[in-house]
């Protein structure tokens, strides 16, 4: 029997900053690369509302609590995956609807589940970070952990993706506990994520940083045969001001 393969992405949506000029750069990207698996941060109810139109042959979480429009949704091809429960867990994430969102779902091809998580992790410049200079993101690393290790069953698939804000503490705390990025796992190095340009319009002179803060982690139970940062524009504008993580 072949392995079932399945394409994910990560994306960090960018709120609606400009979002008129960037919607048609979106649907672009989710026409050419169509991933069985969508987890998106940064969403809104406008946003949202413009994937289940561009996005047909997917569905989503649907639930009451606002974190799922408001900030993160996973997205998945109806014709592959079905979803058996879905869940959010607080794990200290400072902005007040973000959460660990899951879901597991059943592989209709092979009977077998997988679990899938996203988060995005509390931003560097937040207030409480800049006036302590300590960083919340390793204890809400060791949160995400602790979730991922009561919430996922034994040698099933788990995935956790997302804008972790930070290019080194989570990545290393998490793959202490068993999850590898997808380039990692390929023995390639990781290509920065943010920011998009020229859709970020940073203006020449101002302080900028090339970092890589969009990751895709997945446990030994799962093998990456493929990792990009896909770098796709439509005329000249990006979907976003972040560059999305795509694994195979």
Known sequence: ???????????????????????????????????????????????????????????????????????????????????????????????KERRLFWVRLRVKASDRTIFVSTAHFTYPMHPQESDTGQSPRVEQTRRTITA????????????FMGDLNDPLHPTRLLHEAGYQSCFAALGLLCPPTFPCAPTAQRPAGASSLTLTVDWIMANHQARAVAAQVPQCYHGDVGPSDHWPVLAV
């Open 148 to 159: 991922l290790q009561r919430l996922v069953q034994d040698k099933e698939p788990a995935f």
């Open 1 to 95: 029997m072949f392995p079932v393969r399945l394409s994910f992405v990560t994306y960090n949506l960018w709120n609606t900053v400009r979002w008129p000029l960037r919607a048609p750069a979106l649907q672009h990207f989710v026409e050419i690369f169509q991933p069985d698996v969508f987890c998106v941060q940064e969403l809104r109810a406008e946003t949202q509302a413009f994937l289940d139109q561009v996005m047909p042959k997917h569905t989503r979480v649907q639930d009451p609590f606002p974190g799922w429009t408001c900030e993160g949704n996973i997205y998945w091809q109806r014709d592959l995956l079905e979803a058996v429960t879905y869940g959010t867990e607080d794990v200290g994430i400072l902005e």
